[in-house]
């Protein structure tokens, strides 16, 4: 199983991005697909997750700018971000997890199978 996270980048406070995160050996729509971003010297939390009947959590922080979405096609899962926050930098990292995992469970990193390698998001103010 590979999960290869991109679209990281530098952007100014109130920007966008989208961030992509590409399985293979794995299907993405079979899955719990999660989201966990980690902020230099600080534990790794969870951003959001999208489960296999479409349904998609958020932490407080991000709920209303962030939105997770996922093409079955592609085999991708996709974070978009906006009004982005310079609180918001992290290495951003895609998991996939049991497709049964329960909502409770969901914001745990423990709880995921798979991770990808991260993306460097940097938001300046």
């Known amino acids: 199983v590979q999960l290869q996270a991109s679209g990281g980048g530098l952007v100014q406070a109130g920007g966008s991005l989208r961030l992509s995160c590409a399985a293979s050996?794995?299907?993405?729509?079979?899955?719990?697909m999660g989201w966990f971003r980690q902020a230099p010297g600080k534990e790794r939390e969870f951003v959001g997750a999208?489960?296999?009947?479409?349904?998609?959590t958020y932490t407080d922080s991000v709920k209303g700018r962030f939105t997770i979405s996922r093409d079955n096609a592609e085999n991708t899962v996709y974070l978009q971000m906006n009004s982005l926050k310079p609180e918001d930098t992290a290495v951003y990292y895609c998991?996939?997890?049991?497709?049964?995992?329960?909502?409770?469970?969901?914001?745990?990193?423990?709880?995921?199978?798979?991770w990808g390698q991260g993306t460097l998001v940097t938001v300046s103010s």
């Open positions: 998991a996939a997890g049991n497709g049964r995992l329960i909502m409770s469970t969901m914001n745990r990193a423990g709880a995921y199978d798979d």
């Open positions: 050996g794995r299907t993405v729509s079979s899955s719990v």
């Open positions: 999208i489960r296999p009947s479409g349904g998609t």
